[in-house]
């Protein structure tokens, strides 16, 4: 029974804006005690242990000699750890793998409250990446009404991704609203990040994970394009065309978040700085001062088509910069 389920156990600190509780068909959840802003920090939590190795080979000797370590209440903490189906773990090992987060490629840390935290892929929330010590912290990237579900998603790339991908990758059915399959938001969402993921191949010249792409499954048909894409040799102006259409969609999607827009605008910035012809310096510099991602990418596509003195020069110095460590 829920009343009497191990959850009610793990220790929440009092002023946060959140309970535990079930969640129909996730197990269990966080759920809003109160408004929370965007933008404002809903938990700050220190891992219950930490244990420096490649995820991968994490053994369950690690786990338990870490657990070792802990003082009691801290054992009975990690004791209280159920998988989605309220059932005990078979095995310290599982258990820290479904509730560990990665701090770097060789840090991992158990955290007891953000792994009860459920996904979807359109979050409410969000872990960003942090340096500054053992401690991760979770965000709200929307508005969130008390007693609304807290949720971030699980995969970093899933924005790139389409409902079929991301439940492979998930091995779980999310219910989000970008996941209810036959839907007409559903459809248009297949079609935003699949467009995203190619977009984002344009600029970059390499698929998801840093890899070029294969026959089976290509992201770009025309083969001129996507040899100017691996070369470096994208214009100017269409990189920044590129650029903001990504930020719109991402924005239309309902995954614009402040982090997200952290992360893109230098990048954009930097195009725009690159610009050399005039007239180009121009409209790429009204661009980016437009109020709304709609206006940035109308006035945008006014550089559609127009070559820029800086492109060769660009194209050189991406090629120097990553070509090498590309090369197939």
Same mark, same amino acid.
């Given at each position: 029974?829920?009343?009497?389920?191990?959850?009610?156990?793990?220790q929440?600190?009092?002023?946060?804006?959140?309970?535990?509780?079930? &969640? $129909?068909?996730?197990?269990?959840?966080?759920?809003?005690?109160?408004p929370?802003?965007? +933008?404002?920090?809903?938990?700050?939590?220190?891992?219950?242990f930490?244990?420096?190795?490649? %995820?991968?080979?994490?053994?369950?000797?690690?786990v338990?000699?870490?657990? #070792?370590?802990?003082? $009691?209440?801290?054992?009975? #903490?990690?004791?209280?750890?159920?998988?989605?189906? &309220?059932?005990?773990?078979?095995s310290?090992?599982e258990a820290?793998?479904?509730?560990?987060?990665?701090?770097?490629?060789s840090? %991992?840390?158990?955290?007891?409250?953000?792994?009860?935290?459920?996904?979807?892929?359109?979050?409410?929330?969000?872990?960003?990446t942090?340096?500054?010590?053992?401690?991760i912290?979770?965000?709200?990237?929307?508005?969130?009404?008390?007693?609304?579900?807290?949720?971030?998603c699980?995969?970093?790339?899933?924005?790139?991704?389409?409902r079929?991908?991301? %439940?492979g *990758?998930?091995?779980?059915?999310?219910d989000?609203?970008?996941c209810?399959?036959?839907t007409?938001? #559903?459809?248009l969402?297949?079609?935003?990040?699949?467009?995203?993921?190619?977009?984002?191949?344009?600029?970059?010249?390499?698929?998801?994970?840093?890899?070029? #792409?294969?026959?089976?499954?290509p992201?770009?048909?025309?083969?001129?394009?996507?040899?100017?894409?691996?070369?470096?040799s994208?214009p100017?102006s *269409?990189?920044?065309?590129?650029d903001?259409? /990504?930020?719109?969609?991402?924005?239309?999607?309902?995954?614009?978040?402040?982090?997200?827009?952290?992360?893109?605008? $230098?990048?954009? /910035?930097?195009?725009?700085?690159?610009?050399?012809?005039? +007239?180009?310096?121009?409209?790429?510099?009204?661009?980016?001062?437009?109020?709304t991602w709609?206006?940035?990418?109308?006035?945008?596509?006014?550089?559609?088509?127009?070559a820029?003195? *800086?492109? %060769?020069? /660009?194209? /050189?110095?991406?090629?120097?910069?990553?070509?090498?460590?590309?090369?197939?």
């Amino acid at each position: 029974m829920s009343r009497n389920h191990p959850y009610r156990s793990l220790q929440v600190p009092s002023d946060a804006p959140f309970v535990l509780k079930p &969640s $129909p068909g996730k197990g269990w959840g966080v759920f809003a005690t109160k408004p929370i802003e965007q +933008g404002a920090m809903i938990l700050r939590e220190n891992p219950l242990f930490v244990i420096r190795k490649p %995820h991968e080979w994490i053994t369950e000797e690690d786990v338990w000699t870490a657990f #070792q370590s802990l003082l $009691p209440r801290g054992k009975q #903490q990690f004791l209280c750890l159920r998988d989605n189906a &309220s059932n005990p773990f078979t095995s310290m090992s599982e258990a820290f793998a479904e509730n560990s987060f990665a701090q770097s490629s060789s840090i %991992h840390g158990l955290y007891l409250l953000h792994s009860r935290f459920n996904h979807s892929c359109l979050p409410n929330s969000k872990i960003p990446t942090t340096t500054d010590g053992p401690a991760i912290a979770c965000f709200a990237t929307k508005d969130i009404a008390p007693d609304e579900e807290i949720t971030f998603c699980y995969n970093t790339d899933f924005e790139c991704r389409a409902r079929s991908e991301r %439940h492979g *990758a998930l091995r779980f059915t999310c219910d989000c609203k970008a996941c209810l399959i036959g839907t007409p938001f #559903q459809q248009l969402s297949d079609l935003r990040r699949r467009f995203i993921r190619g977009l984002q191949y344009l600029t970059l010249g390499v698929d998801l994970g840093g890899q070029r #792409q294969d026959s089976v499954s290509p992201i770009i048909i025309d083969p001129e394009l996507k040899k100017a894409a691996e070369n470096f040799s994208i214009p100017l102006s *269409a990189r920044l065309i590129y650029d903001v259409l /990504v930020a719109y969609l991402l924005e239309e999607e309902g995954l614009l978040d402040h982090f997200m827009v952290k992360r893109l605008e $230098p990048g954009i /910035v930097r195009t725009v700085a690159s610009f050399e012809t005039e +007239g180009n310096v121009e409209i790429a510099r009204l661009a980016i001062v437009q109020e709304t991602w709609l206006e940035k990418l109308c006035t945008a596509f006014r550089l559609y088509g127009r070559a820029d003195t *800086a492109d %060769h020069a /660009v194209a /050189v110095g991406l090629r120097m910069l990553y070509g090498r460590s590309r090369n197939p």
